[in-house]
Each structure stands twice: as structure tokens, then as C-alpha cells.
């Protein structure tokens, strides 16, 4: 028998999950409880076809179900930490190392519309001006890949998702 708490958390995050939303440890009593009876939850959204993954600070829903979350939108965010991910490292920086203490990143010294190698690979996806590299850090926000204000963005544990991807695909091409 399902407990009205574990069904009262389902409903709370359900729909957040299902718009493609990652819930990390900034969302801290929602995250707890999930953590708490992650179990349970697992189990829940397994019974009616949903693989809950719950990471190192992070949860979602895998998106191997297209209506998920719109692939066009996975191409751009993934272009977006593609291009980061090699800048913070050129900067001598260590990008897991912005993701576990949140170093913030000046959004004026993003590094996607500042080089012509990085407009070209910005263009192929129609990402042209200041205003679609805001609207993709809006959508990021919003699915808990980072937190931002006006001046400056921080990278959040779902972050790692990208990360783990860009280091297979640079291991893939070093083979």
C-alpha cells in the first residue's frame, strides 16, 4: 500500500519531473523527502513506466520517452555546456569544481558568441544573438541545470549530467 505522504510527494514532483525539470539539493525540503523514500518512489514511477534516476545531489526522470522534453531544446542546452565545459578548463578552471561550490560565471564572459568557431557551431543550431543564449539559460534555470541572475550563472548538481557526457565524448575522440 502506497502512504498518502509518498502519493502527496509523487503529486509535488510529478509534474516537474515530467516537463524534463532536474531537482537537485537547492530545492532542499522536496529533494529530502525524495532522497528519504527514494525507494519507494523508484518503484512508484517504474509501475507506471517511468525510470526515476536518483544522482550524486540530483533526480529526474530518464528521457528516453521523446515527449518528455523537446530534442531541438536537448540539442541546444547540450551545445551550450559542449562549448562551456572546454572554456572553463582553457581558463584554467575545473568545471566539476564550479558545479560542487557553485562558482558563479559573469553571463558577459560566456564564451558562446565570442569566437568565430564558437558562432559557427551556435549558428548551426539557429543560436545567433544574446537573446537566444538568454533564452537557453532561461530554459536551464527552469529544468535545474543552473541558477542565474541577472550578472551571473551557477552551475547545479544536474550539471553533471553534461559533464560525464562531454568527457565520454572527448575520451571517444582521444581513442
Not at 509535488?12 to 537537485?24: A, C, N, V
Not at 553571463?107 to 543560436?127: W, Y
Request: a negative charge; glycine letters at 4%.
Amino acid at each position: 500500500m502506497i502512504s498518502d505522504e509518498i502519493i502527496k510527494l509523487s503529486k509535488e514532483i510529478f509534474p516537474e519531473l515530467r516537463k524534463g525539470t532536474h531537482l537537485s539539493s537547492d530545492n532542499c525540503k522536496l529533494y529530502q523527502n525524495a532522497i528519504d523514500n527514494q525507494e519507494q518512489l523508484i518503484r512508484i514511477y517504474k509501475s507506471v513506466g517511468f525510470d526515476l534516476v536518483i544522482k550524486d545531489g540530483y533526480f529526474y526522470i530518464d528521457g528516453s520517452d521523446d515527449s518528455l522534453v523537446n530534442k531541438k531544446r536537448i540539442q541546444e542546452e547540450a551545445l551550450f555546456f559542449f562549448i562551456l565545459f572546454p572554456w572553463i578548463i582553457e581558463e584554467e578552471g575545473d568545471p566539476w569544481k564550479y558545479i560542487h561550490e557553485r562558482i558563479p560565471i559573469r553571463i558577459g564572459h560566456l564564451p558562446h558568441l565570442k569566437t568565430p568557431a564558437n558562432i559557427e557551431l551556435m549558428k548551426r543550431l539557429d543560436l545567433t544573438n544574446e537573446e537566444a543564449l538568454s533564452s537557453i539559460l532561461k530554459r536551464l534555470k527552469g529544468r535545474g541545470f543552473v541558477k542565474f541572475s541577472m550578472e551571473t550563472i551557477k552551475l547545479l548538481p544536474p550539471a553533471k549530467r553534461f559533464l560525464d557526457l562531454a568527457e565520454q565524448f572527448n575520451s571517444l575522440q582521444e581513442e
